[in-house]
């Protein structure tokens, strides 16, 4: 009986014990330091991706007043901006295209998801994560510069994501409608569509036109539509210093123990 008792309470204790740990220290865990690596190989892994889909993206938010401006006879014409839409669509390869666009979408979800989990800092710095410091090396301020965006753009990057993975297969997510309650996830993805474009006039929130409010949330949409290729040219500045540095040092030295008079 004791050994039962025993056998059930040392795994609640370590339960306990990681969760007091993940609070107050994450840095310390074997868990952070594997999805760290795992974030870190993946974001260079997607990175071309990622810099691609964003960068369109943001600039698409405008296809509206583009598509304006080549009817008008300006310099832009009707040609380039759909050669941009089939971009950041279809990777201009059709249906292939926008299955690995959907497929290239869960990864960056759960590029973010793990994001989030390695910028967790601990109960007492959290707040100090959200914010660029003073005084530190280019080294830690890239740290910092990446966490921050990410951080703050999180809500957005991660419903720019889901809704691109909608979008891309759109029957397997009708395919988890209730059937008592068809018209609630009708309804959501149909806000999910919405929200992926910035057109949140089709949620039934009035911000349609060239007025204030419509330019607003296409600038905030712009904007943190770059937040994902702002994370990849940090990320690769921090992979840069992590991983070819010292790969350089080590090459370096082996090099002067196998020619010692160099």
């Not at 059930?8 to 609070?23: T, Y």
């Not at 330091?33 to 369109?56: K, M, N």
């Not at 910092?144 to 997510?173: E, K, T």
């Not at 992926?196 to 296409?218: E, N, S, W």
Request: positive net charge; contains cysteine; hydrophobic residues 50%.
């Amino acid at each position: 009986m004791k050994q039962e008792l025993h056998s059930a309470i040392v795994p609640q204790r370590r339960a306990a014990s990681a969760w007091q740990q993940w609070l107050r220290f994450p840095q310390k865990l074997a868990l952070r330091r594997t999805v760290f690596q795992v974030h870190l190989w993946a974001g260079i892994g997607l990175g071309i991706y990622i810099l691609l889909i964003s960068v369109t993206g943001s600039v698409l938010v405008y296809r509206n007043e583009l598509f304006r401006a080549a009817w008008s006879g300006s310099a832009i014409n009707i040609e380039f901006v759909q050669f941009l839409m089939d971009l950041h669509d279809n990777l201009l390869a059709g249906d292939v295209g926008r299955t690995v666009n959907g497929i290239g979408a869960i990864l960056t979800l759960l590029l973010a998801l793990t994001g989030l989990f390695i910028w967790w800092p601990g109960i007492r710095r959290w707040r100090r994560s959200l914010s660029l410091r003073r005084g530190i090396g280019w080294r830690r301020f890239v740290w910092d510069l990446h966490s921050a965006i990410g951080i703050w753009s999180f809500a957005l990057i991660f419903m720019f994501a889901l809704s691109g993975v909608y979008l891309a297969f759109p029957d397997a997510f009708h395919s988890l409608a209730d059937p008592t309650q068809p018209d609630l996830v009708d309804d959501i993805l149909y806000w999910l569509a919405f929200l992926h474009f910035g057109r949140i006039d089709g949620i039934g929130i009035p911000c349609d036109g060239p007025g204030v409010c419509d330019q607003t949330i296409k600038a905030i949409w712009a904007i943190f539509g770059l937040a994902p290729a702002a994370m990849f040219v940090t990320g690769s500045i921090m992979w840069w210093n992590r991983v070819l540095r010292r790969w350089r040092r080590h090459g370096v030295a082996a090099a002067n123990r196998c020619n010692p008079s160099r």
